[in-house]
């Protein structure tokens, strides 16, 4: 599959070469460009270095505009639009843009885990990006579940959490732009979504275990709200410890891949008023397993509309 290169940081596959940007997480993606047409071969190993470093980076994707995106995307699996937050117009695209309310992704989450089925990847390229400051931020949910002590490890191996988009949008900011508090409630949570995964799951490729959780979980299921709350920030933490993260400083067309299934990310809002565009592109997932076996389960959806059903048939008979 790979080679390590004794000379260098770098891990070398037949078509490009991954330099290690953190310790933990992280590999940058040298000599590629992407495309909807790279060979199988090549799209196997980007697989590979994904499950490998968690999150990808590519600088300088120029070549890559939305309908491009959009088909690169479609060689992971089945591409699907965000369940609440429309997407510009005749594309699946999700899109943050600063200067709207609901554009600024500064909380650590893993993407979309309030529906059962959350996403496998996401691929997010720089459309616009300030002149400083917009970074964003990714933690290896799997080594910080490998660094828990044995006891922990039980506890949390035990544990299943309710996850949901209806969340306390403005539990840790100490600002909260009217603006953008109005967007959370008319846009986000314009529809319900309420799931629950196992605090620990099982990766479908690499067999790791990883913590399940940020800021869309609501509660442990079958605690009070204050032990919920004492529980998730223990484990949470210990997710975002910083040798658990790389930090990644946008240029012009730059993309990230990242593997969610075990990664949280953070987008840090220290930018002020300036311009930041990006946009991304969402790979349908499968439900989580947990250590035991059990799958996650929907708690409540809205009323599926008949393209969901289609959609949910044709996954269902695949």
């Known amino acids: 599959m790979s080679t390590p290169n004794p000379s260098s940081l770098d891990t070398t596959f ?3 070469r991954v330099r290690r940007v ?7 993606v040298l000599d590629l460009k992407l495309s909807s047409t790279l060979p199988e071969a090549t799209q196997e190993e980007i ?23 959009q088909a690169f995307g ?4 089945k ?5 609440t937050v429309p997407s ?10 600063a200067s709207k309310g609901g554009g600024r992704a500064d909380s650590w989450h893993t993407d979309v885990t309030f529906v059962d089925a959350f996403p496998k990847i996401s691929i997010l390229r720089g459309v616009t990006i300030p002149a400083y400051g917009g970074d964003t931020v990714w933690a290896n949910t799997a080594i ?4 828990l002590p044995e006891n922990l490890k039980r506890l949390a191996d035990s544990l299943w959490a309710v996850h949901s988009n209806d969340y306390d949008y403005g539990a840790d900011r100490v600002v909260v732009e009217e603006e953008r508090l109005r967007h959370h409630r008319n846009v986000f949570v314009s529809a319900v979504y309420e799931a629950e995964h196992p605090v620990v799951h099982v990766h479908p490729v690499s067999g790791e275990r990883g913590l399940l959780l940020g800021h869309f979980v609501k509660k442990i299921v079958g605690l009070s709200s204050s032990e919920s709350a004492r529980i998730f920030e223990l484990l949470q933490n210990r997710v975002t410890r910083l040798e658990n993260t790389v930090r990644w400083n946008w240029k012009q067309d730059d993309v990230a891949i990242w593997d969610n299934r075990a990664t949280q990310h953070f987008a840090i809002n220290d930018y002020g008023k300036q ?21 996650s389960r929907t708690r409540s959806r809205p009323e599926a509309t008949n393209d969901e059903r289609i959609d949910e048939l044709i996954t269902a008979t695949a």
């Open 47 to 69: 697989n590979a270095a994904l499950v490998k470093h968690k999150v990808l980076f590519f600088r300088g994707q120029s070549q890559l505009d939305d309908a491009e995106h």
């Open 14 to 16: 037949n078509a490009f």
């Open 88 to 97: 510009p117009q005749g594309t699946k695209l999700f899109e943050l843009d």
């Open 74 to 77: 479609a060689r992971f699996g």
């Open 275 to 295: 311009p930041r565009l990006v946009r991304r592109v969402t790979v349908h997932g499968e439900t989580a397993v947990s250590v035991d076996g059990q799958r």
């Open 79 to 83: 591409t699907v639009a965000h369940p």
């Open 144 to 147: 910080a579940y490998e660094r």
């Open 22 to 28: 953190a310790g933990n997480i992280g590999g940058e």
